[in-house]
Protein backbone atom coordinates (compact mmCIF):
# COMPACT_ATOMS: atom_id res chain seq x y z
CA UNK A 1 0.00 0.00 0.00
CA UNK A 2 0.90 3.92 -0.29
CA UNK A 3 2.67 4.11 3.60
CA UNK A 4 5.45 5.45 3.49
CA UNK A 5 5.29 9.15 3.51
CA UNK A 6 8.59 12.09 2.69
CA UNK A 7 9.45 11.55 6.54
CA UNK A 8 8.06 8.00 7.58
CA UNK A 9 10.47 7.51 10.75
CA UNK A 10 11.96 4.15 10.59
CA UNK A 11 12.43 1.55 13.62
CA UNK A 12 14.61 -1.14 12.60
CA UNK A 13 15.15 -4.05 15.34
CA UNK A 14 16.43 -7.85 15.38
CA UNK A 15 14.48 -10.29 15.62
CA UNK A 16 13.41 -11.74 19.14
CA UNK A 17 14.10 -8.41 20.37
CA UNK A 18 11.50 -6.44 21.72
CA UNK A 19 9.61 -3.19 20.07
CA UNK A 20 8.37 -0.07 20.92
CA UNK A 21 6.77 2.22 18.75
CA UNK A 22 5.68 6.09 19.80
CA UNK A 23 2.51 8.33 18.86
CA UNK A 24 1.65 11.39 19.85
CA UNK A 25 -2.05 12.52 19.74
CA UNK A 26 -3.36 15.35 19.35
CA UNK A 27 -7.11 16.09 21.10
CA UNK A 28 -6.79 15.89 24.69
CA UNK A 29 -10.17 15.28 24.04
CA UNK A 30 -9.83 12.00 22.24
CA UNK A 31 -11.05 8.97 24.91
CA UNK A 32 -10.71 5.54 22.30
CA UNK A 33 -7.47 4.80 20.74
CA UNK A 34 -6.34 2.14 18.43
CA UNK A 35 -3.16 0.74 16.69
CA UNK A 36 -3.05 -0.41 13.37
CA UNK A 37 -0.19 -2.24 11.20
CA UNK A 38 -0.57 -1.89 7.40
CA UNK A 39 1.70 -4.68 5.50
CA UNK A 40 2.57 -3.71 1.72
CA UNK A 41 -0.75 -3.99 -0.64
CA UNK A 42 -2.91 -4.40 2.36
CA UNK A 43 -5.66 -2.64 4.23
CA UNK A 44 -4.76 -1.49 7.93
CA UNK A 45 -5.34 -4.46 10.10
CA UNK A 46 -6.31 -3.81 13.32
CA UNK A 47 -3.95 -5.03 16.17
CA UNK A 48 -4.90 -3.46 19.72
CA UNK A 49 -6.84 -0.67 21.24
CA UNK A 50 -7.18 1.30 24.63
CA UNK A 51 -10.24 3.53 26.28
CA UNK A 52 -9.24 6.41 27.92
CA UNK A 53 -9.98 5.23 31.41
CA UNK A 54 -7.13 2.61 30.99
CA UNK A 55 -3.45 2.88 31.02
CA UNK A 56 -2.58 -0.54 30.17
CA UNK A 57 -3.72 -2.87 27.97
CA UNK A 58 -2.14 -6.25 27.19
CA UNK A 59 -2.69 -8.42 23.86
CA UNK A 60 -0.86 -11.89 22.36
CA UNK A 61 2.58 -10.48 22.05
CA UNK A 62 1.55 -6.66 22.58
CA UNK A 63 1.36 -4.33 24.94
CA UNK A 64 -0.35 -0.98 24.71
CA UNK A 65 0.49 2.03 26.88
CA UNK A 66 -1.47 5.29 27.25
CA UNK A 67 -0.50 8.81 29.42
CA UNK A 68 -2.81 11.08 29.33
CA UNK A 69 -0.91 13.65 30.90
CA UNK A 70 1.59 13.64 27.64
CA UNK A 71 -0.82 12.82 25.05
CA UNK A 72 1.51 9.80 24.50
CA UNK A 73 0.66 6.16 23.64
CA UNK A 74 2.77 3.45 22.70
CA UNK A 75 2.65 -0.18 21.19
CA UNK A 76 5.06 -2.71 22.64
CA UNK A 77 6.01 -6.11 20.21
CA UNK A 78 7.63 -8.71 22.23
CA UNK A 79 9.69 -11.02 20.69
CA UNK A 80 9.68 -9.41 17.38
CA UNK A 81 9.36 -11.93 14.19
CA UNK A 82 10.19 -11.13 10.57
CA UNK A 83 6.07 -10.62 10.35
CA UNK A 84 6.05 -8.16 12.24
CA UNK A 85 7.94 -6.01 9.67
CA UNK A 86 5.33 -3.56 8.28
CA UNK A 87 3.82 0.53 8.85
CA UNK A 88 2.30 0.90 12.27
CA UNK A 89 -0.11 3.52 12.39
CA UNK A 90 -1.89 4.99 15.58
CA UNK A 91 -5.23 6.61 15.23
CA UNK A 92 -7.17 8.64 17.70
CA UNK A 93 -11.04 8.71 17.88
CA UNK A 94 -13.18 12.31 16.78
CA UNK A 95 -16.25 13.99 18.37
CA UNK A 96 -19.24 11.37 18.91
CA UNK A 97 -22.69 12.09 17.98
CA UNK A 98 -25.41 10.25 19.48
CA UNK A 99 -25.58 6.70 17.99
CA UNK A 100 -23.01 7.13 14.97
CA UNK A 101 -19.43 6.37 15.11
CA UNK A 102 -16.55 8.63 15.08
CA UNK A 103 -14.02 9.34 12.54
CA UNK A 104 -10.34 8.19 14.00
CA UNK A 105 -7.79 10.74 13.37
CA UNK A 106 -4.36 8.43 11.94
CA UNK A 107 -0.83 9.08 12.36
CA UNK A 108 1.48 9.34 9.95
CA UNK A 109 2.90 5.98 11.03
CA UNK A 110 6.10 4.07 12.14
CA UNK A 111 7.98 1.54 9.46
CA UNK A 112 8.99 -1.43 11.34
CA UNK A 113 11.74 -3.24 9.86
CA UNK A 114 12.95 -6.68 11.43
CA UNK A 115 16.67 -7.70 10.70
CA UNK A 116 17.54 -11.46 11.11
CA UNK B 1 -16.83 -13.21 8.20
CA UNK B 2 -15.57 -12.18 4.44
CA UNK B 3 -14.45 -8.58 6.32
CA UNK B 4 -14.58 -5.54 4.01
CA UNK B 5 -15.28 -6.67 0.35
CA UNK B 6 -13.80 -4.16 -2.14
CA UNK B 7 -13.95 -4.04 -6.13
CA UNK B 8 -12.04 -3.65 -8.57
CA UNK B 9 -8.37 -4.26 -6.95
CA UNK B 10 -6.76 -2.11 -9.33
CA UNK B 11 -8.18 -0.13 -11.83
CA UNK B 12 -6.01 2.15 -14.82
CA UNK B 13 -7.69 4.52 -16.05
CA UNK B 14 -7.33 7.12 -18.86
CA UNK B 15 -7.99 11.20 -17.45
CA UNK B 16 -11.14 12.60 -18.10
CA UNK B 17 -12.91 8.88 -17.58
CA UNK B 18 -15.19 8.10 -14.99
CA UNK B 19 -14.15 5.76 -11.98
CA UNK B 20 -16.43 3.61 -9.19
CA UNK B 21 -15.20 2.08 -6.41
CA UNK B 22 -17.52 -0.19 -4.69
CA UNK B 23 -17.17 -2.01 -1.25
CA UNK B 24 -19.41 -4.29 0.83
CA UNK B 25 -19.20 -3.64 4.38
CA UNK B 26 -18.84 -6.26 7.09
CA UNK B 27 -22.64 -7.89 7.57
CA UNK B 28 -23.89 -5.84 10.64
CA UNK B 29 -21.92 -3.00 10.51
CA UNK B 30 -23.78 0.70 10.87
CA UNK B 31 -21.08 2.72 9.81
CA UNK B 32 -18.80 2.66 6.28
CA UNK B 33 -15.63 4.99 5.69
CA UNK B 34 -14.14 5.61 2.51
CA UNK B 35 -10.51 6.72 2.81
CA UNK B 36 -7.47 7.89 0.27
CA UNK B 37 -3.80 7.10 0.92
CA UNK B 38 -1.04 8.84 -1.38
CA UNK B 39 2.74 8.71 -0.28
CA UNK B 40 2.43 12.63 0.59
CA UNK B 41 -0.87 12.72 2.38
CA UNK B 42 -0.92 9.42 4.00
CA UNK B 43 -4.39 8.01 5.04
CA UNK B 44 -6.90 10.80 4.42
CA UNK B 45 -10.82 10.36 5.37
CA UNK B 46 -13.22 11.51 2.32
CA UNK B 47 -16.72 10.87 3.69
CA UNK B 48 -18.05 8.91 6.36
CA UNK B 49 -21.82 7.24 6.80
CA UNK B 50 -23.43 5.98 9.10
CA UNK B 51 -27.00 3.86 8.66
CA UNK B 52 -26.46 4.58 5.35
CA UNK B 53 -26.66 8.58 5.57
CA UNK B 54 -23.73 10.63 4.94
CA UNK B 55 -22.22 12.59 8.13
CA UNK B 56 -18.96 14.39 7.33
CA UNK B 57 -18.12 14.35 3.63
CA UNK B 58 -15.44 17.93 4.42
CA UNK B 59 -12.90 15.88 3.30
CA UNK B 60 -13.85 15.05 -0.65
CA UNK B 61 -11.74 17.49 -2.68
CA UNK B 62 -14.26 18.45 -4.96
CA UNK B 63 -17.07 18.14 -6.67
CA UNK B 64 -15.74 15.52 -8.93
CA UNK B 65 -16.01 13.24 -5.87
CA UNK B 66 -19.62 11.55 -4.96
CA UNK B 67 -20.26 8.44 -2.92
CA UNK B 68 -23.47 6.84 -2.01
CA UNK B 69 -24.56 3.98 0.43
CA UNK B 70 -28.16 3.24 -1.04
CA UNK B 71 -28.54 0.34 1.42
CA UNK B 72 -26.25 -1.20 4.61
CA UNK B 73 -24.69 -3.23 2.24
CA UNK B 74 -22.78 -1.41 -0.65
CA UNK B 75 -21.52 1.91 -1.53
CA UNK B 76 -19.92 3.67 -4.16
CA UNK B 77 -16.92 6.10 -4.18
CA UNK B 78 -17.33 7.70 -7.97
CA UNK B 79 -15.06 10.01 -9.88
CA UNK B 80 -16.26 11.96 -12.83
CA UNK B 81 -14.03 12.97 -14.62
CA UNK B 82 -10.68 11.61 -13.16
CA UNK B 83 -7.18 13.48 -13.34
CA UNK B 84 -4.04 12.12 -12.86
CA UNK B 85 -3.44 13.44 -9.26
CA UNK B 86 -6.81 11.10 -8.13
CA UNK B 87 -3.85 7.99 -8.42
CA UNK B 88 -3.67 6.61 -4.77
CA UNK B 89 -5.46 3.32 -3.00
CA UNK B 90 -8.80 4.11 -2.42
CA UNK B 91 -9.81 1.97 1.46
CA UNK B 92 -12.95 1.36 2.47
CA UNK B 93 -13.97 0.57 5.98
CA UNK B 94 -16.84 -0.05 8.22
CA UNK B 95 -17.35 -0.55 12.13
CA UNK B 96 -20.40 -1.28 14.39
CA UNK B 97 -21.11 2.27 16.32
CA UNK B 98 -21.76 1.01 20.00
CA UNK B 99 -20.49 3.16 23.13
CA UNK B 100 -17.01 4.67 22.36
CA UNK B 101 -15.55 1.93 20.55
CA UNK B 102 -14.85 2.54 16.91
CA UNK B 103 -12.84 0.18 15.56
CA UNK B 104 -12.44 0.25 12.14
CA UNK B 105 -11.98 -2.64 9.78
CA UNK B 106 -10.35 -1.60 6.52
CA UNK B 107 -10.93 -3.49 3.10
CA UNK B 108 -8.29 -4.69 1.08
CA UNK B 109 -7.85 -1.17 -0.83
CA UNK B 110 -8.32 -0.35 -4.54
CA UNK B 111 -5.46 0.99 -6.47
CA UNK B 112 -6.20 3.66 -8.69
CA UNK B 113 -3.77 4.57 -11.47
CA UNK B 114 -5.20 7.80 -13.39
CA UNK B 115 -2.90 8.37 -16.54
Known amino acids: GENVGLHLPTLSVQEGDNSIINCAYS??????FIWYKQESGKGPQFIID?????DKRQGQRVTVLLNKTVKHLSLQIAATQPGDSAVYFCAENGPRYTGTASKLTFGTGTRLQVTL | DAGVIQSPRHEVTEMGQEVTLRCKPISGHNSLFWYRQTMMRGLELLIY????????DSGMPEDRFSAKMPNASFSTLKIQPSEPRDSAVYFC?????????????FGPGTRLTVL
Open chain 2, 49 to 56: FNNNVPID
Open chain 1, 50 to 54: IRSNM
Open chain 2, 93 to 105: ASSLARGNRDTQY
Open chain 1, 27 to 32: NSASDY
